[in-house]
């Protein structure tokens, strides 16, 4: 325990110009404790301001404390033109969608974007969600699978190039972390030697953190040397990637297109090449792959138009009235709001330079109260995020693209014993699909894939040898 410092005994006072800084900005709060701090700590104190932009902060809270109340523009559903759906797609369309992908990618204009900056809590780890085994047979983690996903693709690629089979094709991987779950990350690819790929096409890189705030906007405290701090959200990733000059990166690589996704989805077709060459057929600056909705209440963002003739967004479910969420469209009798936002994004490299600067000029937050860990014990406050689909409002113009949800979108978020979206339920989505694999090559299974078991592990093996003597580009 620290021995308190008296004010009587000559102690220094708070760094003057460090304080009037403070004060400029209404925050001289976080020395209010400075005369009980030991030496030590107020030096840790001193630093944790000094690393704070606090004009850039002053202008996000107050920026997006303002923001709330204000009116919002009427919703309206995206219209039919603007999605691609499953059962309009031609295979014309998809083979030429396919090749289009390809031939970007061999041509070295595609990089791969992970968002992986939260931690296993949920699902009773406190690692980083991508060292998650969801319990396949092979024991491998969601990172191995996408790891090796993206080598298959740059197979493909190489395959596929006028150049022959002896090209080799490399696809950059930019991965997202967090302050805690950044070394971790690290480790485990160093400890599993990349998944066989090469470790300088792998580039990890930071989210950034945000003071959380009362709500009037001044600092909480998390201890009285120490600002309380949270991660800006997976929106973070645009201010980051600005930050840190990965824009810059790409563009030194030849990047023109940027493939971004979330972890914690099992069944995620990274670097999708048919995805890639319908985004660059239709010209657009952003677009997302999208499911069905499964039922009115499901607790899924949708895509909606904001404002006649606006931009495409995306509405969370608690965002939703009712009897919007409920609404049939009676020509094609879906539901009106139906495109479900699963994490699955593509951008050009141009537009996500627009979205950083966009982002950071008008500096509006997401709000969320919460409990926040302060010196006065459990704080309400609140945290401020930014969210991936906060892009799509600066878009000029967005396609959406729709995937059957059962091939696509395993998400893996809650610990298994869950109703809905564990690590059991993800297993599951996985062997069902490499089931149907085995079936469409001509082979056969002598054991089925119950619904609510795991059913018989084997099938998983069974599965990639036949698969790969198969039409691969299918599998992805």
């Known amino acids: 325990?620290?021995?308190?410092?008296?004010?009587?005994?000559?102690?220094?006072?708070?760094?003057?110009?460090?304080l009037e800084r403070l004060k400029d900005y209404g925050q001289e709060d976080a020395f209010a404790l400075w005369d009980e701090l030991s030496t030590?700590?107020?030096e840790l104190l001193f630093k944790d301001i000094e690393s704070l932009d606090l004009p850039r902060l002053d202008r996000i809270i107050r920026c997006s404390l303002r923001s709330q109340g204000l009116p919002v523009v009427a919703i309206e559903p995206v219209p039919e033109n603007t999605v691609s759906t499953v059962e309009e797609r031609t295979i014309e369309e998809r083979e030429r969608w396919w090749k289009m992908g390809l031939k970007a990618i061999s041509d070295g204009k595609l990089a791969v974007l992970l968002l992986s900056g939260g931690q296993g809590t949920r699902l009773g780890?406190?690692?980083?969600k991508g060292c998650f085994n969801i319990g396949l047979p092979s024991g491998k983690s969601l990172f191995q699978l996408q790891a090796e996903r993206i080598l298959c693709v740059q197979r493909l690629a190489a395959q596929a190039s006028s150049e022959g089979s002896g090209s080799s094709v490399s696809i950059h991987w930019y991965i997202m972390t967090s302050p805690f779950t950044d070394e971790a990350t690290q480790n485990f690819f160093e400890n599993h030697k990349y998944f066989g790929l090469e470790a300088n096409q792998v580039t990890f890189f930071q989210q950034g953190t945000i003071p959380c705030v009362s709500k009037d906007g001044r600092?909480?405290?998390e201890t009285p040397f120490k600002v309380a701090k949270a991660p800006d959200g997976n929106g973070g990733v645009y201010s980051a990637l600005k930050y840190s000059k990965l824009l810059e990166d790409m563009a030194s690589r030849g990047i023109k297109y940027v493939d971004c996704y979330g972890v914690d989805n099992a069944l995620v077709r990274v670097a999708d090449p048919a995805f890639l060459g319908y985004f660059i057929d239709k010209g657009v600056a952003a677009a997302a792959k999208v499911v069905r909705k499964a039922y009115p209440q499901e607790k899924v963002g949708v895509f909606v138009r904001r404002g006649k003739g606006g931009p495409l967004t995306v509405v969370e479910y608690s965002e939703l009235d009712q009897s919007l969420a409920s609404a049939i469209n009676q020509q094609t009798g879906r539901l009106r709001f139906c495109w479900s936002n699963v994490c699955l994004h593509m951008f050009t490299l141009d537009f996500l330079n627009q979205v950083a600067n966009g982002l950071e000029k008008d500096s509006i937050y997401h709000l969320a109260e919460k409990k926040i860990p302060s010196i006065h014990g459990g704080t309400m406050g609140l945290k401020l995020e930014q969210f991936i689909f906060d892009a799509f409002p600066y878009a000029p113009s967005t396609a959406l693209f729709e995937v059957p949800r059962e091939e696509e979108f395993a998400p893996v978020k809650n610990a298994n014993g869950s109703n809905f979206d564990t690590p059991e339920s993800a297993r599951l989505l996985v062997l069902r699909l490499q089931t149907r694999w085995v079936v469409a090559a001509g082979g056969f299974v002598t054991h089925s894939v119950p619904l609510y078991a795991t059913g018989n592990f084997m099938l998983y093996f069974a599965c990639l040898i036949i698969v790969t003597s198969w039409k691969i580009s299918e599998c992805l």
């Open 40 to 42: 030590e700590e107020r």
């Open 219 to 221: 600092f909480i405290m």
């Open 1 to 18: 325990m620290r021995e308190p410092i008296e004010t009587n005994n000559g102690s220094p006072p708070p760094p003057q110009a460090l």
């Open 125 to 128: 780890s406190s690692d980083p």
